[in-house]
């Protein structure tokens, strides 16, 4: 499989490790690319944000940015994280080394961050940035302001949770690659089921991101949207059948045609119906 498959752990663990640490074999066990999460703490939202609670009961502490980075490893997933700071892209980048980072709908105005991650293009060699929210002219800024990025993927993103089917608009896809021809385009999935994600791949996606849960009616907005173990292992599965269906495009007879050519391809009498 060519495409890349990120399974969005995020905050769907509740704050409850133990959780965690079974989402992440999970995700392993589907044959998914990057067991995803999140860093960022509470009080970088500020103690008067709405949701400054419910983060405060999801943040992973350092050692546990340490714990999973580990787990990924003896499990042979990749280990990835959305950066919200540009303190939380030196612990990334500085204390666990990474070199692949994820930068989230909501900081693709975020010029200084965005500056900060460019400057770092000697450690920073791979960059998701997902593009829920964005003008095309304010895409068009932040892939300027990441210019030095040796590997960066555009993910068309809607950022409603669940995305209602008539605002899943894949085609932008087609309009991000006819304006960023030069640079790989992905999507990022927040609606239900495995369908659009099947779709971006027929459609030219190169990375597919999509959030992983238990159970998709359990409590919270990234889980009606998300892809359970049994739904994770089966994307991966039909976009491995998918990408060997799309074929070469070249067009001409194939080797399997042969047998068919010299079955149907003979002169045909000229007889009355009956």
Same mark, same amino acid.
């Given at each position: ?6 399974? /969005? ?80 892209? &030196?612990?990334?980048?500085? &204390? ?140 991966? &599965? ?19 045609? /042969? ?5 149907? &391809? ?9």
């Amino acid at each position: 499989m060519n495409t890349i498959v990120i399974a /969005e752990i995020g905050e769907n663990h509740y704050g409850r490790w133990d959780v965690c640490r079974g989402m992440v074999e999970q995700v392993a066990a589907s044959g998914a690319t990057y067991a995803k999460f999140q860093t960022y703490t509470a009080n970088q939202f500020g103690t008067d944000h709405v949701w400054y609670e419910e983060f405060k009961s999801v943040e992973m502490s350092q050692d546990m940015h340490f714990e999973m980075q580990s787990l990924c490893e003896q499990l042979g997933v990749g280990f990835l994280s959305s950066t919200f700071t540009q303190r939380s892209t &030196r612990f990334l980048v500085d &204390r666990m080394g990474l070199d692949t980072i994820k930068l989230a709908s909501s900081r693709v105005t975020d010029l200084e961050l965005l500056d900060d991650v460019n400057r770092r293009a000697d450690q920073v060699k791979t960059v998701f940035l997902s593009t829920g929210m964005a003008t095309l002219a304010e895409v068009s800024t932040a892939v300027d302001h990441l210019s030095g990025i040796e590997d960066l993927t555009i993910l068309h993103c809607t950022s409603q949770y669940p995305t209602q089917d008539e605002n899943v608009n894949l085609r932008a896809m087609t309009t991000l690659q006819q304006a960023f021809g030069s640079l790989k385009i992905g999507y990022s999935d927040h609606s239900r089921g495995l369908q659009a994600c099947l779709a971006a791949v027929a459609l030219g996606a190169q990375v597919i991101e999509k959030h992983f849960t238990y159970h998709t009616s359990m409590p919270g907005d990234d889980h009606a949207g998300a892809a359970t173990p049994e739904m994770l292992a089966d994307l991966v &599965r039909q976009i491995d059948r998918l990408e060997t269906m799309l074929g070469s495009g070249q067009v001409g007879r194939i080797a399997a045609e /042969e047998l068919a050519a010299q079955a149907l &391809r003979v002169e045909m009498l000229e007889v009355d119906f009956d």
